[in-house]
Every structure is written in C-alpha cells, then in structure tokens.
C-alpha cells in the first residue's frame, strides 16, 4: 500500500470514528438529560436554605424585651391628632390621596401626549451646521454648509416641504474661495389610497378624542372617588356610633349583673342567674374591646388611604348622613342618565371612531397613486457671497403607481376593522340595557332601604319596650335575667342595623346621582347636586 493509501485510509478511519463519536452523543436517552438536568440543578441549589438561614442568623435583629416600669420612657415623637368633617377628609383626599395624585399624573401625561401630535401637525422646522476640514498632498480645504427647512403635512393626507441650504468652500492653498446657495420646495399627496380630510387629519382628531376621553374618565374617577371617602367616612361613623351602642349596652350588662348578685345576696334569684349575668357582662366586655381595635385599624386604614404621614393620628366627627328621599321617575330618571352621563357620550363616540375607523381601513384597499411636484434653484458666488452665476431652475412632476401584487396586510386590516366595529355596536347595545337594568335595580334597592329604615326605627321602639318590660318583670321575679339579656342584645343590633341602613341608603343615594349624570364634584371634592 503506498503512503498516500495510508494516509487516505488514516483520515477516513479518524473521520469515521469522529462520525461515531458524533452519533453516540446524538443519540443520548431522554432519562440521561433529565438525570443531567437534575445534578445541574442540585449543584445551584444545594444546601441553599441552610446558606440562606445561615446567613439570617448572622445578620437578624430582635425587638427589645419590654421595658421595666422603673426603666425611664422613651421620648414620644411629636403626634398631631385631628379630627375630620367630611369635606376635610375630602379636601385632604384630592391633595394628597395617591391614587388620586397618578390619575392626575396619567392625565398630565395624556396632555403632553396631545400637544407632541399637534407639534407633529403644525410646521416642523429643521437647521443642519457643518464644518469639515481635510487635508493631504500639501492641500488643506475647509467648507462650511448651512441648511434649513420646513414642513407641513397637509389635510388631505399629502405633504409639502421647503428647504434652503448655502456653503462657503475656502483652500487654504490659495484658491479663490467660492460659496453656493439654493432653495427647492416639494409636494407630495396621495390621489386615491390615503387621500382626504378624514385620512389626513386622523392622528390628530383621534389625539382631541383620546385627551377629551382622558378629561371624562379623571371626571368620573373623581366622582367615584368622592362617593369612596363618603362610604369610609360614615362607615366610621357607623363604627363609632355602634361602639357606643355596645359602650350603653355594657353599662346595661354590669346592671344587671349588680342586680342579680343583690337579689341572690336576699335569696330571690338563684346562683344560675347569677353566673349568667357574669357571663353575659364577660362577652360583652369582650366584644367592646375588639370594637375598639376595628376601630383604630379602621381609622388607620382611613389616614393611610386619604394619604397623611404617620404622625398624624385621626378621628372623625360624629356626622351620620342626612335621609334625603329620592322622588325621581324611573322612565324619566333613565332617559336622563343616556343624555347626562359621560360614560354613555365617550362609548357614542367611539362607536363614531370604530366607524371613522372602517372607512380609513376601506379606503386602505384604494391602488396607491400618489402626485410628486418639486421646483428647485440655485447660485454660485465667490468668498463674499456675490452671485455671479445662476444655475437653471430644476422642476419635477411624478405620478407613481403601486402595483397590487400582495395586499394581505390591507384584506386583514379592512376584515379586522369591519369585525370591530360590529363588536363595538354590540357592546354599545350590550353596555346601554345593563345601563338600563343596573338603574331600575338602583331604584328597587332605594325603596327597600326606605322600607327597612321604616322598619328598624319601629324595631328600635318595640326593643326599647321589650327591654324594659323584661327588665321590670325580672324584678318583679317573673323573668330570669336570660330575657333581660336577650331583650338587651336585640336592642344593641336593631340600633346597629339602623346606623347601616343609613349609610347604606345614602351611598346608594350618591351612586343613583352619580349614575344619572347629576354629580358634580368641585375643586375640593365635595359633591353638588
């Protein structure tokens, strides 16, 4: 065998055993990866919570133990306390409350927004300063250019634009230094796709909209902001109001009890009595401490929400809403809610967009033709810019033609365009019967919260009568004190559900006015009517 035989066969031997090699590593099983991905995985996180609480261990804090009575008290950190009305907490909430502060930053940005597309639809100036300076072969040259221009799209979708430019060339070798100015103008407008009023000015008008839609959305954010802090302020009202109730209750209980051991102390009740007045003292102190404290979280709860610092501790004063009766008509109180609301004029006009909308998307399936027209001169002078000779002016006429030849972007378009606008009309029709329905079932609510505020102050009465009676017949031996108490914790919730019935009445109240486009709130956020 020759060397070059030899040779050959050595190549195709190590090429074989390459193409093996290639093939085993090719062919591994998909219990081999998953045990590979399994070792990669545990070399990462292997022992990673011991490392973790390791390292907690290390670096963790521990509060203090309690301080001794004799040990001297830190310095208590300045606290303001107020006490709110409810157009303070309203004033304090539209200055400082933070989901309020990003509607008015989001509303700011929609405004810059706007004003960057006006900009773009005004004319739109442009300057270019340069300078260059070369060199080489023992010749050095410097030219400085100066160009300006200015452009305006047009309203039916076109485009016109002006530039002028001059220069100034010196050799520093020797030669006369010349300079040069020009100015051209140029137009350009569609004559079928993209031509017209409604296509050229779209960007903008759709701008107007969106920043009017924006004015809307922040007004009737505003409104369901105000009718928010309404409906956490009387629930503090209402918590505190019930608070007292079970304050009253208490007193009533610890009475009872008194009464109880004074009368076993005679011998006129038994020691069950006794034990269940205790009992029911027990519960009721119980239950007045967890009020107290879901009282604080609340008004927490409140200053957080309404944005104050953390030294500032709040309370609000006792101004449970006013019964205000509503006398609308139904049929008139929704024809009214489809004229006022801003809600149902943004949805109309974008039903009118959506339709704006399928006409540029029909208008998309047009041939492009388009009109090019420019007109240009020039001069040549020397260092001093004297003009000594004129080029011919240079003029252009173009018309261009797109030839169809894949239109799939527009035939999706146009399809996408028309599906939309007909989901936009059965949302619109959808969003007016809900609108309807939500309306009637507002009015149904208001009449039964009138019916149940008839029904609790008669509760109310009948309970105080009961408690009464029940309190009088235990006296007399005629009752256990298991009637006083039960007489007693039906008066404490008639009471309770009275204050709810209220505040539930009035929110329900704001919300129909709201709802009828009747709600305008002022610069305070106070609600008029």
């Not at 035989?5 to 062919?27: D, E, F, I, P, Y």
């Not at 002006?162 to 220069?167: E, K, L, R, V």
């Not at 007045?288 to 500032?312: M, Q, T, Y």
């Not at 599906?419 to 809900?434: K, S, V």
């Amino acid at each position: 065998m020759s060397p070059s035989h030899s040779a050959t066969g050595r190549r195709a031997g190590s090429l074989g055993l390459l193409a093996l090699l290639a093939m085993a590593s090719a062919c591994t099983s998909p219990q081999r990866f998953a045990r590979e991905s399994d070792e990669i995985v545990e070399d990462v996180l292997g022992g990673s919570s011991e490392r973790l609480n390791a390292e907690r261990r290390a670096t963790v804090e521990r509060p203090k133990d309690k301080a001794s009575e004799t040990a001297p008290a830190p310095a208590a950190a300045t606290v303001e306390s107020r006490v709110l009305t409810l157009r303070e907490a309203l004033e304090i909430g539209v200055k400082s409350n933070r989901g309020y502060i990003g509607e008015l930053e989001s509303l700011y940005r929609q405004a810059l927004g706007l004003y960057s597309t006006r900009h773009n639809f005004g004319p739109l100036l442009s300057s270019t300063l340069n300078y260059v300076f070369s060199g080489g072969g023992g010749a050095e040259t410097g030219s400085t250019s100066l160009g300006l221009g200015v452009s305006q799209k047009l309203p039916w979708g076109g485009n016109i634009s002006a530039s002028a430019d001059s220069s100034y060339a010196a050799d520093y070798g020797g030669s006369p230094a010349t300079s040069s100015v020009g100015a051209s103008i140029s137009l350009t407008q569609p004559l079928l796709r993209g031509r017209g009023v409604e296509i050229g000015m779209e960007g903008l008008v759709q701008a107007e909209r969106g920043m009017m839609y924006a004015i809307r959305e922040f007004e009737l954010f505003r409104e369901n902001f105000t009718i928010d802090v309404a409906r956490q302020f009387y629930g503090l009202v209402q918590q505190k109001q019930g608070l007292e109730n079970q304050r009253r209750n208490l007193e009533d209980v610890i009475f009872g009890r008194r009464q109880a051991e004074a009368m076993f102390a005679l011998g006129d009740v038994s020691e069950l009595e006794v034990l269940r007045s205790r009992r029911s003292e027990l519960t009721s102190r119980n239950e007045l401490i967890s009020a107290e404290e879901d009282l604080r979280r609340a008004l927490d709860s409140f200053r957080i929400f309404l944005g104050l610092p953390e030294n500032v501790t709040i309370d609000v004063r006792d101004e449970p809403p006013t019964f205000v009766a509503v006398a609308y008509d139904v049929e008139s109180a929704i024809a009214v809610a489809f004229e006022n609301r801003l809600d149902v004029l943004t949805r109309q006009q974008r039903l009118e967009d959506s339709e704006r909308g399928l006409r540029i998307a029909e208008n998309s399936s047009l041939p492009d033709v388009g009109l090019s027209l420019s007109y240009g001169l020039g001069a040549q002078g020397d260092s001093g810019f004297q003009l000594h000779s004129f080029d011919d002016p240079s003029y252009s006429a173009s018309v261009s033609v797109g030839l169809p030849i894949d239109r799939t972007s527009d035939r999706e378009s146009l399809r996408n365009a028309q599906i939309g606008h007909r989901q936009a009309l059965r949302a619109y029709e959808e969003f007016r019967q809900t609108l309807e329905i939500n309306l009637r079932s507002t009015f149904r609510e208001l009449d039964r919260r009138v019916q149940s505020l008839d029904i609790q102050r008669q509760l109310i009465a009948d309970q105080e009568r009961n408690a009464k009676i029940a309190q009088l017949r235990f006296e007399q031996g005629d009752f256990s004190n298991r009637d006083v108490v039960e007489a007693q914790r039906a008066l404490l919730d008639a009471r309770n559900a009275l204050i709810r019935e209220q505040v539930d009445y009035e929110i329900a109240r704001l919300g129909l006015i709201r709802d009828l486009g009747l709600l305008f709130i002022d610069e305070h956020g106070m609600w008029t009517e």
